[in-house]
T-cell receptor
Framework: DAGVIQSPRHEVTEMGQEVTLRCKPI?????LFWYRQTMMRGLELLIY????????DSGMPEDRFSAKMPNASFSTLKIQPSEPRDSAVYFC???????????FGDGTRLSIL | QKEVEQDPGPLSVPEGAIVSLNCTYS??????FMWYRQYSRKGPELLMY????GNKEDGRFTAQVDKSSKYISLFIRDSQPSDSATYLC?????????FGSGTRLLVRP
């Protein structure tokens, strides 16, 4: 079984540039989550989609962050413009119905210079 | 006060030891309890998943949930150097997972 697939694995870019992170959830899962992990704050939920619809985006830090899920097999997280404080590891996770556990991808390690 | 408290460690044990990892929580509404293992530069990997109180065993791993005390534990028997990782507890609040900060475990050969 293919797990959650994220790309790119690493991204290094300069401040002010647009960054797009991609995620392919596990086939058949109807919930998708974007997280950010830092040493200081641990794992933080950014946004949650259910059946491709954003349900909770209260964790999105500010308007520079946006996320889309155009279909059941693809989601993007975009940062525009990027800032050094956005440097972190960004994870995508997916799950089935309520009560089913979340499965994580291996993340995108983002460095903004 | 955080909703989920977890000792960050690091916890260093010799190979073969029994390891006990713990989390406490404050929200009595949590129903699903998970343990994830995270190796360096990898995503969290689901280890154990339990519903409500009780024990669950899977090979060398045992998860315990005590809802009356708001306390969950993960036991690792016959620990191996390959168990060296960060262990995160997580709890389900509706659709949202609330994570502990993670405990770093080092198993010395």
């Amino acid at each position: 079984d293919a797990g959650v697939i994220q790309s790119p694995r690493h991204e290094v870019t300069e401040m002010g540039q647009e960054v797009t992170l991609r995620c392919k959830p596990i086939s058949g899962h109807n919930s998708l989550f974007w997280y950010r992990q830092t040493m200081m704050r641990g794992l933080e939920l950014l946004i949650y989609f259910n059946n491709n619809v954003p349900i909770d985006d209260s964790g999105m830090p500010e308007d520079r962050f946006s996320a889309k899920m155009p279909n059941a097999s693809f989601s993007t997280l975009k940062i525009q413009p990027s800032e050094p404080r956005d440097s972190a590891v960004y994870f995508c996770a997916s799950s089935g119905d309520r009560g089913q556990p979340q499965h994580f991808g291996d993340g995108t390690r983002l460095s903004i210079l | 006060q955080k909703e989920v408290e977890q000792d960050p460690g690091p916890l260093s044990v010799p190979e073969g030891a029994i390891v006990s990892l713990n989390c406490t929580y404050s929200n009595s509404a949590f129903q699903y309890f998970m343990w994830y293992r995270q190796y360096s530069r990898k995503g969290p990997e689901l280890l154990m998943y339990t519903y409500s109180s009780g024990n669950k065993e899977d090979g060398r791993f045992t998860a315990q949930v005590d809802k009356s005390s708001k306390y969950i534990s993960l036991f690792i028997r016959d620990s191996q150097p390959s168990d060296s990782a960060t262990y995160l507890c997580a709890m389900d609040s509706s659709y949202k997972l609330i994570f502990g900060s993670g405990t770093r475990l080092l198993v010395r050969p």
